[in-house]
């Protein structure tokens, strides 16, 4: 089975400070990649997805970009951080087709003050 | 895209009582999953099911795709046990890459 390693596991930023959460992954090749952050609330939003290396898709317009420089790479990045993007993010990783299974990193809490 | 329901919402149980989660799917799913997220945030893995039963110890799961619902089993509660439980599934049609999640059951499981 593949494993997901996610870092920082916590961070404080200040307002406008720039982020950068990163995701690796071991035991499997080409696998799609996620990132997801959950809020107070317990939801989990699907922030971005990524089929293969530089090919990203964003799922909702926001202060976030990401990036897949490597095929098991994948990181979350902003330029100026917002009190709003606060919470708790998840990097996901899944083996891709039919069979597509999802494992989670530990996750990175980000609190921006 | 599908939407995901689950109930209860939230489940406070004494130790050693059984629960059953339900996931309710819009339409017909792929992949489904449930998973426990734990008091550090953590989403463990619990099953792949995208049909039938399986079991792992005191947890056992049940998909019946025809009907676009899964079940999650948990007997002899411990406090362990404690956290949020998401199920997820990725839309039958189309080819999509993307799990769509529940909101979870908040379960706790008092000694």
């Known amino acids: 089975s593949q494993t997901i390693h996610q870092w920082p596991a916590t961070l404080v930023q200040p307002v406008g400070s720039p982020l950068s959460l990163e995701c690796t992954v071991e035991?499997?090749?080409?696998?799609?990649l996620y990132w997801y952050r959950q809020a107070a609330g317990r939801g989990l939003q699907l922030l971005f997805y990524?089929?293969?290396?530089?090919?990203i898709s964003s799922e909702v317009p926001q202060n976030l970009s990401a990036s897949r420089p490597q095929d098991r790479q994948f990181i979350l990045s902003s330029k100026k951080l917002l009190l709003s993007d606060s919470g708790f993010y998840l990097c996901?990783?899944?083996?891709?087709?039919?069979?597509?299974?999802?494992?989670f990193g530990e996750g990175s809490w980000l609190t921006v003050v | 895209g599908i939407q995901v329901e689950q109930s209860p919402p939230d489940l406070i149980l004494q130790e050693g009582a059984n629960s059953t989660l339900r996931c309710n799917f819009s339409d017909s799913v792929n992949n489904l999953q449930w998973f426990h997220q734990n008091p550090w945030g953590q989403l463990i893995n619990l099953f792949y099911i995208p049909s039938g039963t399986k079991q792992n110890g005191r947890l056992s799961a049940t998909t019946v795709a025809t009907e676009r619902y899964s079940l999650l089993y948990i007997s002899s509660s411990q406090t362990t046990d404690s956290g949020v439980y998401f199920c997820a599934g990725t839309s039958a049609s189309g080819g999509s890459y993307i799990p769509t999640f529940g909101r979870g059951t908040s379960l706790i499981v008092h000694p």
């Open positions: 990524s089929i293969g290396i530089d090919q």
């Open positions: 996901a990783g899944g083996t891709g087709g039919s069979g597509n299974t999802i494992y």
């Open positions: 035991g499997t090749s080409n696998p799609n």
